[in-house]
């Protein structure tokens, strides 16, 4: 079955990471920022160029943030339950 001539193909492509895994930040308060971007899906284009000839990529990527106050404390309600709390909405952003 041929694709229409409006499409471009894909080959998925696997990968690993290289480098540090976050980047951080420390503002001025002393709260720390770190930054973590991941790769969802890498494709390389099978039936199309770049207008120079370099390959045509397909790249999706996701952002997620993780603030950590300088105490470093945050609460749970006492009636979430004992074992089951988790850092509230504001420690964690994706």
Not at 9 to 16: C, H, Q, R, V
Not at 36 to 65: F, Q
Request: glycine share 6%; charged share 25%; hydrophobic share 30%.
């Amino acid at each position: 079955m041929s694709q229409p001539k409006d499409k471009i193909e894909f080959k998925m492509l696997d990968y690993k990471r290289v480098g540090q895994e976050h980047v951080s930040f420390e503002l001025e308060d002393g709260t720390i920022v770190k930054v973590k971007v991941d790769l969802d899906r890498a494709g390389v284009a099978t039936n199309h160029t770049n207008p120079d000839g370099t390959p045509h990529y397909a790249i999706n990527t996701s952002v997620k943030l993780y603030v950590i106050p300088n105490n470093r404390t945050f609460s749970v309600d006492k009636t979430s339950g004992k074992g089951k709390s988790s850092p509230p909405p504001s420690q964690m952003f994706s």
